[in-house]
């Protein structure tokens, strides 16, 4: 068993639907009740929740969107570069790392609503980062378009769009 195999397996990861294994690691008592949340949200949210997440070179993130702001935080391995599409179109990466001294970012903030997508930045390397949402992560709030779907909306994103979306 390599080191990726023996992560996955000490961290117990599953394979997530927009690629790479992840694990619930937290997730609030505390719940907030459908009229205190707006229109966006159906039923009721925990406060936050927080998961483990790893991309392989192999395994990219593909673009997906949620309703909350959801706030990566970097751990191990390669740095990360995280794509991003606002609702209004415009494009942005950012590289999530541990590396300050040469711009990486160990923490980054992705807007709700936006677009985005990650990819491992070495390659034959994986990386171990952790995510937090708030209000709390539900599968409801989660959206992972086909590539046709996406580049109706983002023509001009047609390279960046084909890369990181399944069919």
Same mark, same amino acid.
């Given at each position: ?67 909350? #702001? ?7 391995? +390669? @740095? ?6 606002? !609702?209004?179109?415009?494009? /942005? ?31 034959? #390397? ?7 949402? +708030? @209000? ?6 989660? !959206?992972?378009?086909?590539? /046709? ?19």
């Amino acid at each position: 068993m390599n080191k990726l195999e023996k992560i996955i397996k000490h961290l117990d990861l599953k394979p997530h639907p927009e690629g790479g294994f992840f694990r619930e690691t937290y997730r609030s008592s505390g719940k907030i009740n459908p009229e205190s949340l707006d229109g966006s949200y159906s039923g009721d949210r925990n406060y936050s929740t927080c998961i483990y997440f790893l991309l392989t070179s192999e395994n990219n993130s593909a673009f997906h969107r949620i309703i909350q #702001d959801e706030i990566w935080h970097f751990y191990n391995g +390669s @740095p990360i570069k995280l794509h991003t599409i606002s !609702e209004e179109g415009e494009y /942005n990466f950012y590289i999530i790392g541990r590396d300050v001294l040469k711009g990486e970012i160990p923490q980054l903030v992705v807007k709700g609503g936006d677009w985005f997508a990650a990819e491992v930045i070495n390659e034959n #390397d994986f990386s171990l980062v952790g995510c937090t949402v +708030s @209000p709390g992560f539900n599968f409801k709030d989660f !959206e992972l378009p086909s590539r /046709n779907e996406l580049l109706q909306i983002f023509p001009e994103q047609r390279e960046l769009i084909t890369k990181f979306t399944k069919g």
